[in-house]
């Protein structure tokens, strides 16, 4: 069996597109793969109920994108069949795409006899990933493939984390869904247009996330709230956070939250709130639940 796990940037989403580091930790829900050599090549996805086959002129991306997979593994080798079960809702900034690359990948190893480390899966998944949206900066497979709290900087090699105190978080889904492919290109139209402008954001997220990473090191979790708070100030500044979201995350914040941010490309998806004790998770818990939100406690990273 091989397996993907879903993530949450922790900070650092959009910048990281641009070349600046970010923080993200991954989750123990994900895909679960297993595969086996067949007479033809096929992906079975559930609980949606899907039957995909390699076809790089179908309209389907998840066909376009196993078979984008697959090419790399050449013409020689033999057919594949893959039962795949993902445990996180899609379209929802949890890194659903990318944990589904990974675990196939992984398991296409596995029914193949090929040995390859974490760092060369998400190298795999990565061809899987840009199907799906056209310029990843990586960090989603990379952290699917390698768990933990880690520092992603594009093209340099990930950084691991070592939190002094548990992240515990609060994920909310906003009930909206997004993209990321229209929210990274919406922001690379901003980019276009004031390119000045968004770089000194980028810059702001960059010291945001160095101070983060001191502050999960030393944890202290006040910081580190504090730190999502102003992240998220500049998320919304790029116009990826909604009403919605900020509601969710007022809401989390008067419950107790000490931070809460959207987390991945937004426009939709979850928000994230940080909580320290039992009390907190519950009050944010239930205030969240309140406000119709699907929701779930994690320990980022564990
Ligand atoms: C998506 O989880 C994170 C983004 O920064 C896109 C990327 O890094 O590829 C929005």
Redesign the pocket.
């Known amino acids: 069996m091989a397996f993907g796990g879903g ?1 949450v ?1 922790l900070l ?6 641009y070349g600046r580091p ?1 923080l ?1 930790a991954g989750l123990t829900r994900g895909v679960e793969a297993t595969a086996r050599v067949a007479e033809a090549d096929a992906l079975r996805i559930e609980p949606w109920g899907l039957d995909v086959s390699p076809d790089p002129q179908a309209d389907q991306p998840l066909a376009r994108a196993f078979h984008a997979l697959l090419a790399p593994y050449g013409a020689s080798r033999q057919a594949v069949a893959i039962d795949a079960t993902v445990d996180l809702p899609s379209a929802a ?1 949890l ?1 659903c795409s ?1 944990a589904l690359g990974v675990a196939v990948a992984g398991a296409v190893d596995q029914a193949l006899g090929i040995e390859r480390d974490a760092e060369g899966r998400a190298g795999a998944a990565l061809t899987w ?1 840009r199907v799906f ?1 056209g ?6 497979t990379a952290v699917s493939a390698q768990g933990g709290v880690i520092v ?1 900087r ?1 093209g340099e090699p990930i950084e691991r984390v070592h939190p002094r105190a548990p992240l515990r978080l609060v994920v909310a889904h906003s009930g909206e869904q997004s993209t ?1 492919k229209e ?2 290109e919406m ?1 690379a139209r901003q980019h276009e247009k004031a390119t000045e402008r968004l770089d000194k954001t980028f810059d702001a997220i960059a010291a945001i996330v160095r101070n983060a990473r001191l502050a999960i090191e030393a944890g202290d979790l006040r910081a580190l709230g504090q730190l999502m708070d102003l992240n998220q100030a500049l998320l919304n500044s790029l116009l ?1 956070s909604t009403a919605r979201i900020e509601e969710l995350c007022t809401a989390a914040l008067e419950a107790g939250a000490l931070g809460a941010k959207l ?4 426009g939709g998806g979850c928000v994230i709130a940080l909580v320290d004790t039992d009390a907190s998770a519950e009050h944010v818990l239930r205030a969240l639940e309140q406000m119709d939100a699907e929701v779930f406690e994690v320990e980022a990273g564990a």
Do not use: C, Q
């Open positions: 993530k940037i650092g989403e959009h910048s990281v597109v970010a993200a900034g890194g990318a990933e949206h310029n990843p900066s990586g960090i989603d992603y594009k990321t929210m990274v922001v990826v987390t991945g490309a937004g």
